[in-house]
């Protein structure tokens, strides 16, 4: 990896080292997304991708592929994937495999994988192929997302996708649930407005909480049958659901669906707890705010934070930032610190990276906020930072085409 001093800005704290892991001057590289679980426990190794962007690869590019970046051999990035077609990579919770799938699908046909191999590039075994229509339905499977979330005992992972059902008019989006070792899978939750679920199951170790899914619900948004995504304006849009991966115990948390409040379709748990944080933008302020979840309610019909008894669980993190501007975050493992970018604004042009301690009482605002650095990029949405954290909270990482190329970097020192 490569020391970039340079980088430091104005308001960096003196002892903080920023490094570029990835350097290939022709190929755009970047971190896989913040909720991804790219990282082994022990926070020594991670997944990176190269010919990709911030939101992923081209399932048809194959110049695509992960790659493992060992933090302790001075960032040595090693292939772990060399088919055409890779997306949606999770590192199991014991660190020992990576699972991933390859998307060779087309809507109405094609195939999708499930993958795992040893993080030493040993083992590789296929765990399940779709390549019909799934059990006791007529989906179709395609346009795969390109995350996937497994789940903390390491025995299901999920991914969403399109679900071509025929010629059907309100076709759906779905989430499938993969059984690792019975190799099978299900479809817990689908509709036509479940468009990009961001699905992320619970981190806890309880065996109940394990198998709760936290999923975005898209209400603006639609498929017709070609595949093609098209979006509505106005209404109260997302909500964010929390749903038991049996499809049973549908729940929301206390956010957005209010013309105050939207959700802004960025959010996760809070390390291993049942909590967790939202991005949301606000009218008339135009301010990005971190509202903290402390619970999911039942869900009475998609009213958001006017549940009924919602709004006492919530809890705004960012009153600590003056007309904060948060965009995108993450937290480490143990819920006590989190990472987050502010969009550029005239008096911060390049936009800036923090970092802050959230107070575990549910009721107080992010503490200790430190600038770490401005991030200087171009902002498109193929370039966002998308900041992260490893699991132990001592280094964080982002996204940045300040060479003129998209790269992944680290910071550290804290």
Aim: proline fraction near 7%; include cysteine; aromatic fraction near 8%.
């Amino acid at each position: 990896m490569l020391s970039r001093q340079d980088l430091m800005s104005g308001k960096s704290p003196e002892w903080m080292e920023i490094f570029q892991l990835t350097t290939e001057e022709d190929v755009p590289s970047s971190h896989v997304y913040m909720e991804a679980q790219i990282f082994t426990p022990d926070s020594k190794r991670l997944i990176v991708h190269r010919s990709a962007r911030a939101h992923g690869g081209d399932k048809d590019d194959p110049e695509h592929q992960y790659l493992i970046c060992d933090l302790e051999n001075d960032g040595e990035l090693s292939p772990i994937t060399f088919e055409i077609g890779v997306k949606g990579p999770a590192v199991s919770p014991d660190g020992e495999y990576l699972y991933y799938f390859v998307d060779r699908t087309e809507v109405g046909g094609g195939s999708l994988t499930l993958k795992r191999v040893s993080l030493d590039g040993t083992e590789r075994e296929t765990i399940h192929v779709i390549d019909s229509q799934l059990p006791g339905t007529n989906f179709r499977p395609s346009f795969v997302y390109p995350l996937s979330t497994i789940s903390s005992d390491g025995e299901r992972i999920a991914i969403s996708c399109f679900l071509r059902d025929g010629e059907r008019e309100d076709l759906p989006y779905g989430l499938l649930v993969f059984e690792i070792e019975e190799s099978s899978v299900r479809v817990p939750v689908y509709g036509n407005m479940w468009t990009n679920m961001h699905s992320q199951y619970c981190r806890s170790l309880d065996p109940e909480a394990s198998h709760d899914i936290m999923v975005q619900h898209n209400h603006s948004h639609f498929f017709d049958r070609a595949g093609n995504r098209h979006f509505s304006t106005g209404g109260l849009q997302n909500d964010i659901h929390v749903i038991h991966d049996d499809v049973t115990n549908l729940r929301v948390f206390p956010w957005g669906r209010d013309p105050t409040e939207r959700q802004a379709g960025h959010e996760c748990w809070i390390g291993r707890s049942t909590r967790a944080i939202t991005g949301t933008r606000h009218t008339p302020t135009g301010e990005g705010q971190l509202i903290e979840g402390r619970r999911a309610v039942q869900d009475l019909g998609h009213l958001g934070m006017n549940t009924p008894g919602a709004k006492r669980w919530r809890n705004n993190l960012s009153r600590s930032f003056v007309r904060p501007n948060l965009i995108h975050f993450g937290v480490d493992i143990e819920g006590k610190r989190l990472i987050v970018d502010e969009a550029p604004r005239p008096e911060k042009p390049t936009g800036y990276i923090y970092l802050a301690d959230i107070p575990d009482d549910g009721e107080s605002p992010l503490q200790n906020v430190t600038p770490l650095l401005g991030v200087q990029s171009s902002w498109q949405k193929i370039t966002h930072p998308h900041p992260f954290l490893s699991p132990d909270g001592t280094m964080g990482f982002f996204n940045s085409d300040e060479s003129g190329i998209l790269q992944a970097y680290m910071v550290r020192g804290w």
